[in-house]
């Protein structure tokens, strides 16, 4: 135990000073500098860590909620100055690559779509939100192109210039355009709309304060169809200085039964939560099996390895194989 706490005061100390260093930028637009302390930042909080950042010390949390505000701004600068470079060529699409961390968005979205379609068997939606999409809408795109081919996208930001940056990187694809539509709003407006989708993806950065977080997710809960799913991205362990850390509880306080939540072990940086919209016109099966087994959320295994699974009881057992038997037919 000694040696835990001594490896997390090590850590929170080394993040401190990252923090201290990064406040003192003259900007966080992409530069040699921003992206070097940007790079020893993540590269100290992707590995495993038994640090808890829910147990930190008032100076330590408001340490690390202000980090999450600095990530956040530094990535949109970043999202938005590539989004203008990528803009430039004839077909933008065609040169995504471009983006340094675009092959983490692909990791990613192939994650998510394959823990949707476990957790939620049968789904094909036609309408999806994805609220935050930002000016480089490559969530969406990733979807869209590769897993989701018959889908229309709706693309909610609260900033109107990233939207108009997303819109011109679709100019040349007329199948990918027509399906991808930018909205500027903010997703607590949202009300007769919500009901609309099938799926509603929400971005990690969608609400950074807990209080934020929570009361987004209670709207989502109010407004959206009863059985639609909800995939939400959080964090885990140390990359909670990077990403809010998403509370089960506020998601099933907001009318959510938990499916399954993923915690990545590799260079994807968010934990994802899939979630689905409470059925009260569903009784028994497996909604009703899934919502008596709240006590623990259910963590999973990578939906593309043969891993060990941890469950919560019984039920999450019988949605594995009930999934197993949709995805084999």
Known sequence: MEAQNQEVAALVQKIAGLHAAISKLPSLSPSADVDALFTDLVTACVPASPVDVAKLGPEAQRMREELIRLCSAAEGQL???YSDVLAAFDNPLDHVGRFPYYGNYVKLSKLEYELLVRYVPGIAPIRVAFVGSGP???SSLVLAAHHLPNTLFDNYDLCGAANERAKRLFRADKDLGARMAFRTADVASLTEELGAYDVVFLAAL??????EKAGVIAHLGAHMADGAALVVRSAHG???FLY???DIEDIRRGGFDVLAVYHPDDEVINSVIVARKADPRRVGGLQSELADARGAA???SPPCKCCK???AGGALQKAE???AKELSV
């Open 309 to 311: 699974m941890e469950a």
């Open 136 to 138: 480089l809408p490559f």
């Open 298 to 300: 259910p963590v999973v």
């Open 321 to 323: 194989e009930f999934a």
């Open 206 to 211: 969608v609400g950074m304060a807990a209080e």
């Open 244 to 246: 809010p850390i998403v």
């Open 79 to 81: 999202e938005a100055h």
């Open 238 to 240: 140390a990359r909670g």
